[in-house]
């Protein structure tokens, strides 16, 4: 049984950092690619930042995080973390933890966490 818990979720004032941390049990496939996305009240869901398996460790951000957040896994491939600076009130939403791409499932990939919300205060 796979299962990922997210924390490190809280409220912020702009310009302010927070570190997300999403925690892996179960047997996920070494190597499966990991993510984040975010979902804003009353918009889809997107993806914020991607990253392969270490053996690859190809990273990828949407545009409007570049330059501010970073995406890390430890070696162990049981922790996946989002590193937020220079945060916005537009970063303001419900943070996923996403793990084994997947296109057959919602979103790409097969695996997720519950959320952690995320508040920027202007």
């Known amino acids: 049984q796979v299962q990922l818990v997210e924390s490190g979720g809280g409220s912020v004032q702009a310009g302010g950092s927070l570190k997300l941390s999403c925690a892996v049990s179960?047997?996920?496939?070494?190597?499966?690619?990991m993510g984040w996305f975010r979902q804003a009240p009353g918009k889809e869901r997107e993806l914020v930042a991607k990253i392969g398996s270490l053996r690859t460790a190809d990273i990828d951000y949407t545009d409007s995080v570049k330059g501010r957040f970073t995406i890390s896994r430890d070696s162990a491939e049981k922790f996946l973390y989002l590193q937020m600076n220079s945060l916005k009130s537009e970063d303001t939403a419900v943070y996923y933890c996403a793990a084994c791409r997947d296109t057959t499932y919602d979103f790409g990939y097969k695996y997720w966490g519950q959320g952690t919300q995320v508040t920027v205060s202007s």
């Open positions: 179960g047997d996920i496939f070494r190597g499966c690619r």
